[in-house]
C-alpha cells in the first residue's frame, strides 16, 4: 500500500512520495525543497560546513584544537605541573587518592597548615582527604618531569631537567664562578669562560704578606665561631652528670577564648629531676598558618615536685631524633634553675628554614633528642 501527498499548487516540488512502511524514503523528482530544509536546518551528512557543529564527535573537535596548543612540552607543562604553585615538581610527586599531583613543598606545606588549624588536610582540587598514609609517590610522573626539557638560567640553552643540574654546575661555559684566590680575599666572580683570564692577571697573588693578614683574619671569624661551638660540645662531654632522652612534642590548644596552639612534652626524668618541654610555632602568634615564614621556639620547665635545695646549673641542647631528616643546628643553652627560676626563657629551635619547620609541623607529633648537663661547682 502506498500513501501519496500531493503538494500545494505553486510549489517548487511536484510531490512526495512515502514508500512502503520499512522502506526507504523516495524523494520524488522535484525534491530540491527537501534539501534546502535541511540545509537550512545546518544538518551536515558529511560533518563539514562553515559552522563547527555542536553534535559533532568528541573525537573532531580535539583534533581541531591539537593544531593551536602549541608544542608538545608545553602541553606537558599543564598536565604534569603541582595542582598548588603550579610549578613542574623539582624533587619528589605526590597524589591524592583521585590522582591530582603535588609537589613534596606543597604537599608538606597543606600537612602543617592542617595541623596548625586542627583540621583534615584535603586536596586543593577535590578536597579528598590527604595524609602521608592516603597519598602515595607517582614515580611516572616524577620520571615524566625529569626528561621534559629546561632552560640553563646562563647560556638559555635547552636541556633535560635530569641533567641540567650537573651541566649548570660543571659544564655550562657562563656559569658563575670565582676566582681560585679567594681564600686570600678576592671578590671577583664572573661567567666560567673568562675565569682563566682573570685569574692570570689577579693581583691579589702579589699582594704582601701583611695586606693578605687582613683579609685572612675576616674570613677566618666564621670558622672560630664554629670551631668554638664544637669544643664546647666537647667540653660538656667531658661533664660528670650527662643525661639525654628522646622527647615527643604533641600539639594542644589554650582554653581561652582566642585558642592558641601549643607544644608540650609529656614528663620525662634526666639526672633523677623531673622536666618538661614546650614549644609555640611563631612565638604564640593567633593565626600561624596564614604566615609562610614559620618559626619553633622552645622552653624548658623543671617539674621535680621535691624543693631544689641549691641552685641546678645546667647546659642543655636539642638535637634532631634518630629517625627523622629535618636539618638542626646544634646551639647550646645555659640555666640555672631553683625554686624562683623553674622556666628558662624561650630558644628558637635553630631549623634552617620555614622548609624545614614545616616538615615537623606536618608530623603528628615532633621527636626530637635534649642532652642535658649538669654543670657541678
Not at 609537589?103 to 595524609?131: M, V, W, Y
Amino acid at each position: 500500500m502506498e500513501l501519496g501527498v500531493a503538494a500545494a499548487p505553486g510549489s517548487s516540488s511536484s510531490g512526495l512520495g512515502v514508500g512502503p512502511v520499512g522502506g526507504a524514503l523516495d524523494a520524488g523528482p522535484g525534491s530540491a525543497g527537501l534539501a534546502g530544509i535541511q540545509e537550512e536546518s545546518g544538518v551536515r551528512r558529511d560533518g563539514s560546513g562553515s559552522e563547527a557543529d555542536p553534535d559533532a564527535p568528541p573525537k573532531k573537535r580535539v583534533r581541531q584544537q591539537e593544531g593551536e596548543a602549541g608544542k608538545l612540552e608545553e602541553r606537558l607543562y599543564s598536565v604534569l605541573c603541582c595542582t598548588v604553585c603550579l610549578d613542574l615538581p623539582k624533587a619528589s610527586v605526590y597524589q591524592c587518592t583521585n590522582g591530582h599531583l603535588m609537589c613534596t613543598g606543597c604537599f608538606i606545606h597543606l600537612l602543617a597548615d592542617a595541623r596548625l588549624k586542627e583540621e583534615q588536610a584535603t586536596c586543593p582540587n577535590c578536597r579528598c582527604e590527604i595524609s602521608k598514609s592516603l597519598c602515595c609517590r607517582n614515580l611516572a610522573v616524577e620520571k615524566a618531569v625529569s626528561e621534559l626539557p629546561s632552560e640553563c638560567s646562563y647560556c638559555l640553552k635547552q636541556f633535560p631537567r635530569s641533567s641540567l643540574e650537573r651541566h649548570q654546575t660543571e659544564e655550562c661555559q657562563d656559569r658563575v664562578t670565582q676566582c681560585k684566590y679567594k681564600r686570600i680575599g678576592c671578590p671577583w666572580q664572573g661567567p666560567f669562560h673568562e675565569l682563566s683570564a682573570h685569574e692570570a692577571e689577579c693581583s691579589h697573588p702579589s699582594k704582601t704578606g701583611m695586606e693578605l693578614m687582613g683579609i685572612l683574619d675576616e674570613m677566618d671569624q666564621s670558622h672560630r665561631r664554629e670551631l668554638q661551638l664544637y669544643n664546647s660540645i666537647f667540653s660538656l662531654l667531658c661533664f660528670e652528670k650527662i643525661g639525654f632522652t628522646e622527647v615527643q612534642f604533641r600539639p594542644y590548644r589554650t582554653d581561652d577564648f582566642i585558642t592558641r596552639l601549643y607544644y608540650e612534652t609529656p614528663r620525662f626524668t634526666v639526672l633523677n629531676q623531673t622536666w618538661v618541654l614546650k614549644g609555640r610555632v611563631n612565638d604564640s602568634e593567633r593565626n600561624p598558618n596564614l604566615s609562610c615564614k614559620r618559626t619553633l621556639s622552645f622552653q624548658l620547665i623543671l617539674k621535680s615536685k621535691s624543693k631544689v635545695n641549691s641552685a641546678l646549673e645546667c647546659s642543655f641542647l636539642l638535637l634532631k631524633g634518630p629517625y627523622d631528616d629535618v636539618k638542626i643546628k646544634p646551639v647550646i643553652q645555659h640555666h640555672v634553675f631553683s625554686n624562683d627560676a623553674n622556666e628558662t626563657e624561650y630558644a628558637l629551635l635553630p631549623i634552617n628554614d620555614s622548609v624545614e619547620c614545616n616538615k615537623l609541623l606536618a608530623a603528628k607529633n615532633i621527636n626530637l633528642r635534649l642532652f642535658i648537663f649538669q654543670i657541678q661547682k
